[in-house]
């Protein structure tokens, strides 16, 4: 019940136009290092090798919203992945943005359903896999915070084969 609590403020949060993000410069590989070490536990219950291919990148935006996009994404690659199987994690500049993939050789998503992901509390199937258990607002989550900072992303997958998930963030200027 808290987990629900605090994704839903989370976006609330979000949602605020008065609510002042504090933006600063920092090493976006070391959040994604940060984002993987936090979810260890989940990566080790399900014995799920993360790779990662950092790119040196620094960026300017809120630290704690960049984290926790990372965060959100990691963690569906691994709960919804294949035991045994991977995730790899890619952080690359290209053209003037920062582009972090995630992709993982797990259960997929269905095509049909791939539009929706991003809305709240919507899970494909809830019955498809009982130990991933979240509270459905992890993706609405991700689509809040690359808005904020006019990025896009680029979901490719099916069902069985495993996603790919790209966001593409501009480069903050001063």
Known sequence: MSEIVNDILTISKLESSNNPSEHTEFDFGEVVREAVDS???????TIIEIN???DDVRYRADK???YELCVNLIENAVK???????VNVSLKTEDANVVLAVKDTGIGIPAEYQSRVFERFFRVDSGRDKK??????????VKHIFSIYGGKISLQGRKGEGMAIEVFLPIQRD
């Open 64 to 66: 704690r919203q960049i």
């Open 52 to 54: 990662l291919d950092l």
């Open 132 to 141: 991933a258990d979240g509270t459905g607002l992890g993706l609405s989550i």
């Open 80 to 86: 919804y992945n294949k035991p045994n199987d991977k």
């Open 39 to 45: 979810i260890s536990p989940i990566k080790d219950d």
